[in-house]
Nanobody
Framework: QVRLVESGGGSVQAGGSLRLSCAAS????????MGWFRQVPGKEREFVAG????????DYADSVKGRFTISRDNAKNTVYLQMNSLKPEDTAVYRC??????????????????WGQGTQVTVSS
């Protein structure tokens, strides 16, 4: 069993920055791909970013490329999402996800096995 806890969400104005953290317990993250997703009411969960085990292979949704950076600290069993130049359309609940393998970076939610509860990010114009 893996427990994931996100933190770092909040309310910011457009153009601002936030750094989300996802701390894991119950199992080490170092051998697994991790992902960040976001969801707004009435819409499907959307892939934001993913990172493979050593952090040297990442993937991003087109909508966040150049603005968001995913990283990980395996010694701290934590994954991060640095979000810069935030836009109102980035408003969502952000959740981290654990993939029980490391072959690639899945972009569909159903491929991930464990999820955090999420942290709200609100960007005002």
């Amino acid at each position: 069993q893996v427990r994931l806890v996100e933190s770092g969400g909040g309310s910011v104005q457009a153009g601002g920055s936030l750094r989300l953290s996802c701390a894991a317990s119950g199992r080490t993250l170092s051998s697994h791909t991790m992902g960040w997703f976001r969801q707004v009411p009435g819409k499907e969960r959307e892939f934001v970013a993913g990172i493979k085990t050593r952090g040297d292979n990442t993937d991003y949704a087109d909508s966040v490329k150049g603005r968001f950076t995913i990283s990980r600290d395996n010694a701290k069993n934590t994954v991060y999402l640095q979000m810069n130049s935030l836009k109102p359309e980035d408003t969502a609940v952000y959740r981290c996800a654990y993939y029980s393998a490391a072959y690639y970076i899945p972009t569909t939610p159903s491929e991930y096995d464990y999820w955090g509860q999420g942290t709200q990010v609100t960007v005002s114009s």
